[in-house]
C-alpha cells in the first residue's frame, strides 16, 4: 500500500487506514469529496487477495459516490469504505462492527457509512451504537430500512424519461419492457410496470422468484441465457453489471437500456458503440439514485412520502442527461458525468470542504444527541 496508489487513484481528500487488533479489524475509510456535502457511501466486505487491491477498490468506490451525489443534486460528497475479512468467517460481528463504528465516528461526520456488498442492517445497527454517522439502520431505530424500494422507483423514472426522450411517449402502457433480476430492485420495478400496464418480461436464475412473480401478475419470462437478447422496447437489468460487453452488444434488440445494475457497460467504450447502434442508454448512477436520495431524506429526518417525492427527481436528472448529450454531441455517459462535474464546479467554490458535524445541512449536534438517546 503507498501513497503512490493514493495519488495515482484520484484526487481524495483524506483515506483513513482502521486497524483494531484484539477485534480482528483491518479497514479503510475513503473519502473522495466533501463540497457538495458530508461523505457518504456504504462500506463493503470483502475477502480481497491484497492490501493494494482493497485500497484501489475504496478509491475507485469514493469517487464514483460524489459523482453519484452531484448528478443527484444532493449536497453529499462521496465516500466508501472496506473492511478486509471473509464475511462467512467473521466470528464477532458486534464487536467487529462497534470498532469500525469508532474509526467513523472520529471523522466527525465527514464521512457517513451505510451497508453494501457483504454488511447488513444489523452490522450498521452495531455501528450506530458507537456513531450516529451511519444511515440504513432499521426504521425502528429512526431509520430509512431497505432502500431498494427506493431504487426501484428511481429506476421507473428513468424509464419514463428514457421514453420519453426515445420514443416520444409519455406512458408505458402497452410498451415491451425486460426485467433482468428479480431480487430487492427488480422485484419492486416489476411491481410498478405492471402497474403502469406496461408488457413485462421477467427473467432470473432463481426460478422460485420467476414462477411467484409470473403467477402473481400474469407475466411472460425467458431464460437467463436469453434475456439480454430479447427484442423489446426498454431492457432493464437489474442483476449483475458489465451487461453490456463485447459478447452482448451486437445481439442486443432493445430500443432503449436503463436499469438499477451498477456498472451497466463494462466498458466506456461500449457506451459509445450503444450511440452507434442507435440504444439510447440511461446511465446507471443517475438511474439507481434513489437509495442514495431516500438516505439523503433520512439524514434530514426521515418521512417515506417525502422520500418518494425526492425521487421523482430522477426523471428531470435523467432529461438533464439527454439534454447534455444532444448539445454536446457526447454519448450519454460522458453526459452524466459532466452534470456532475458542473454541478460540483458551480457549488465548490462556495464553500470550505466539509468539516464534520459542525457545518450544516446535516444533522446538529442537538439532532446528533436526539439520536443517540
Ligand atoms: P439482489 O441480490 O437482491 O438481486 C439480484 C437478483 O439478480 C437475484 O434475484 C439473482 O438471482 C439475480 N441474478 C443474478 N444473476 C442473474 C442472471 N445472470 N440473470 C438473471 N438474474 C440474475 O440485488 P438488488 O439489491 O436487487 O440489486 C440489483 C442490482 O442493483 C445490483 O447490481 C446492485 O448493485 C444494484 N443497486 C441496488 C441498489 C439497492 O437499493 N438495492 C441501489 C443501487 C444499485
Known sequence: MSFELIKEHGDHEEVVFCHNKDLGLTAIIAIHNTALGPALGGTRMWTYDSGDDALID???????????????????????????????????????FR????????????????EDVGTTVKDMEHVFAETPFVTGIPESLGGSGDPSPYTAYGVLMSIK????????????????????????????????????????????????KVEFLKDKYNLQSVSPEEVVFTECDVF?????????????ID???????????????????????????GILYAPDFVANAGGL????????????????NKVEAVFDNMMEVFEISEAESIPTYLAAQRLAEKRLSIIAPLRVHHQGRNSRPFATLKEVMERQG
Open 251 to 277: 445481439k442486443l434488440k432493445c430500443k432503449i437500456i436503463s436499469g438499477g445494475a451498477n456498472n451497466i457497460l463494462k466498458e466506456s467504450r461500449h457506451g459509445d458503440l450503444l450511440v452507434k447502434k
Open 161 to 208: 424519461a428514457s421514453v420519453k426522450k426515445q420514443l416520444g411517449l409519455e406512458s408505458l402502457k402497452g410498451l415491451k419492457v425486460v426485467v433482468q433480476g428479480l431480487g430487492n430492485v427488480g422485484r419492486n420495478l416489476v411491481e410498478h410496470l405492471v402497474k403502469e400496464e406496461a408488457e413485462v418480461i421477467i427473467s432470473d436464475i432463481d426460478t422460485v
Open 293 to 308: 436520495m431516500n438516505v439523503y431524506v433520512e439524514l434530514e429526518g426521515y418521512s417515506k412520502d417525502r422520500a418518494f
Open 99 to 114: 470498532a469500525f463504528g469508532t474509526f467513523v465516528n472520529s471523522l466527525g461526520g465527514k464521512y457517513i457509512t451505510a
Open 58 to 96: 475504496v478509491l475507485r468506490l469514493s469517487r464514483g459516490m460524489t459523482y453519484k451525489a452531484a448528478a443527484a443534486g444532493l449536497n453529499l460528497g462521496g465516500g466508501k469504505a472496506v473492511i478486509i475479512a471473509d464475511k462467512t468467517k467473521v466470528k464477532n460481528r458486534e464487536g467487529l
Open 236 to 248: 432493464a437489468p437489474c442483476a449483475l453489471g458489465a451487461v453490456v460487453n463485447d459478447d452482448t
